[in-house]
């Protein structure tokens, strides 16, 4: 895997929320960074939602301002965004997006929930999302708008790419590579040194023993092909 270069987001160390801040989405991923957040003591300015019906509502007391459009109407040096949108294979519209509110001039804040055990040498991508119970161990890299989800571990030395979702209670041991776009299901075992492609989906509990090409989808213990993805 190749790191991509992204000079208006350049890896950073491991920080807490201090910026107020605007969610994008506002289903069940919105709602546990937005617990997260209260959590930190963000200042949460609301959430967005492309339902009509859910503007003026509130979620966990937080409101729901509108679609996204809304956000144009804040000045990017007030506030920063959370992408609030989940995932649940390769492709999603978190990276496209990430990547219309970046080219607008905004910027992206990581979440890191508290209960998070993160490193302290951990490069995080800005954008990135550390959730509860997670364990990233030193020398780690971890991608630009990647989510770590709920009690997933990485081991030493991993580096997860741009716009992937390691998803919750994955288990990563030392010196895995995987791709930008890339999806570890639930559950998903990755044993050490292996490589996962970019765009590759690792299914929910599949147990990972050799390296897996970009584009491949993978399932069972041990893992084996079942068809390769679109190029996202």
Do not use: W
């Amino acid at each position: 895997m190749e790191r991509q270069v992204h000079d208006s987001y350049p890896m950073v160390k491991n920080y807490r929320m201090t910026e107020s801040v605007i969610i994008i989405g506002a289903g069940g991923h919105a709602k546990v960074l937005l617990n997260a957040l209260q959590l930190s003591a963000t200042n949460v300015i609301g959430l967005t939602d492309s339902d009509i019906e859910n503007h003026g509502s509130r979620l966990l007391g937080c409101p729901v301002l509108g679609n996204d459009s809304i956000i144009d109407t804040y000045d990017q040096n007030d506030v920063r965004l959370i992408m609030g949108i989940g995932s649940t294979e390769p492709g999603s519209s978190r990276r496209t997006t990430f990547e219309h509110f970046v080219a607008k001039g905004f910027s992206f804040s990581n979440c890191i929930h508290p209960s998070a055990i993160v490193a302290p040498d951990v490069s995080l991508g800005h954008g990135s999302q550390i959730m509860a119970g997670t364990i990233v161990q030193p020398g780690c890299t971890i991608g630009i708008n990647t989510i770590i989800n709920t009690r997933a571990s990485i081991d030493h030395d991993c580096e997860i790419g741009d716009h992937t979702h390691i998803a919750p209670g994955a288990t990563l041991s030392g010196d895995v590579r995987v791709g930008h776009n890339a999806h570890v299901g639930a559950g998903g075992t990755i044993i050490q040194g292996i490589s996962i492609g970019d765009r590759a989906m690792v299914v929910a509990g599949a147990s990972v023993t050799r390296d897996i090409a970009p584009g491949e989808r993978v399932a069972g213990v041990p893992a084996k092909v079942l068809k390769k993805h679109a190029k996202y």
